[in-house]
Nanobody
Framework: QVQLVESGGGLVQAGGSLRLSCTAS????????MGWYRQAPGKQRELVAT???????RYADSVKGRFTISRDNAKNTVSLQMNSLKPEDTAVYYC???????????WGQGTQVTVSS
């Protein structure tokens, strides 16, 4: 079992920045992919950005050039720096990690990001 604790959501004006962080209760050596997903009202949950333990990253086209994912394996933490935020970035953001051996996915409780126009 892996517990995930998220922080950093909030309300920001369009063009502003926020930084989300997620800390896992298990060592990063047992985790393959760490990342962020989001779900806006009435929409399906979608991938925002992920980083594998190899360092390989993946971004949604809508956030490329604006968001940056980073990972601190010593602290079992994954962060998402969000710049040039847009109203359409408004959503609940969820941290997700995938275990190395089982491939099982674990989700955080979600943190609200609201971007006002």
């Amino acid at each position: 079992q892996v517990q995930l604790v998220e922080s950093g959501g909030g309300l920001v004006q369009a063009g502003g920045s926020l930084r989300l962080s997620c800390t896992a209760s298990r060592s990063s050596s047992s985790i393959n992919i760490m990342g962020w997903y989001r779900q806006a009202p009435g929409k399906q949950r979608e991938l925002v950005a992920t980083m594998a333990n190899t360092g390989t990253t993946r971004y949604a086209d809508s956030v490329k050039g604006r968001f940056t994912i980073s990972r601190d394996n010593a602290k079992n933490t994954v962060s998402l720096q969000m710049n040039s935020l847009k109203p359409e970035d408004t959503a609940v953001y969820y941290c997700r990690v995938d275990a190395v051996i089982t491939g099982r996915a674990y989700w955080g409780q979600g943190t609200q990001v609201t971007v006002s126009s």
